[in-house]
């Protein structure tokens, strides 16, 4: 079974990592060490403005990854479930795959407002479970390399008619129909068999 928070702290540390701040950190750090190789060529002066602007850098670049963490962690930790759905998306586009449902899925949680607006009064377990339950799949199908694809199309059909009925009922509503169903999926979820995956058990719903 799923442990809810290690899932989001193994978020938050992909997001720390790979994030826009971290990112932004790392990639203007490694053009302005590259300065700093010049300068040492040219001139003391230029060497030691280089290093400063480099170390102002690394203070601003820390406190862009603490603005990640702190958005991400905001309104129940919308952004981390936002982050994990859209990488997800990114690994099944790998794959081979282009899924409208799933799309909608993401989008819906990366723009709805009243999605949004109940995040910041409290959780929306579905929507939890719903994530995580993509990011499992995603990953485990995306370690079979080229037969990945196949792999995600027999185990999705669970989350997509939960994601069409999430579609239709109210979030109050999904709380209550969802819930249980998106557990029961998580407790025995997809797992990585290199040795060859019996496709029938697997697609089970």
């Known amino acids: 079974m799923l442990n809810p928070e290690l899932w989001f702290r ?31 060529i040219c001139s003391t002066e230029s060497q030691v403005a280089t290093l400063s602007i480099l170390s102002l850098n690394i203070v601003i670049g820390i406190l ?73 799949l995603s990953r485990t199908a995306s370690r079979y390399g080229p037969r990945g694809k196949k792999v995600f199309e027999v185990n999705q059909d669970t989350l997509v008619n939960v994601m069409r009925a999430l579609e239709c009922l109210s979030f109050a509503d999904a709380e209550e129909l969802l819930v249980e169903q998106l557990k029961a999926w998580l407790k025995d979820p997809p797992k990585y068999d290199p040795e060859g995956w019996a496709l029938a058990p697997i697609g089970k719903s």
């Open 10 to 40: 193994q978020q938050l540390w992909l997001l720390l990592w790979k994030g826009p701040g971290a990112v932004s950190t790392f990639v203007s750090a490694s053009l302005l060490l590259i300065c700093v190789g010049l300068s040492a």
């Open 64 to 136: 862009l990854i603490l603005v990640d963490e702190i958005g991400s962690c905001r309104s129940h930790r919308l952004g981390l479930l936002r982050f994990a759905a859209t990488n997800s998306r990114c690994r099944i586009e790998k794959l081979g795959m282009k899924s409208k449902q799933i799309d909608r899925f993401v989008d819906t949680l990366c723009f709805n407002p009243e999605l949004e607006h109940w995040f910041r009064t409290t959780r929306l377990q579905s929507v939890e479970l719903i994530v995580q339950a993509l990011d499992i």
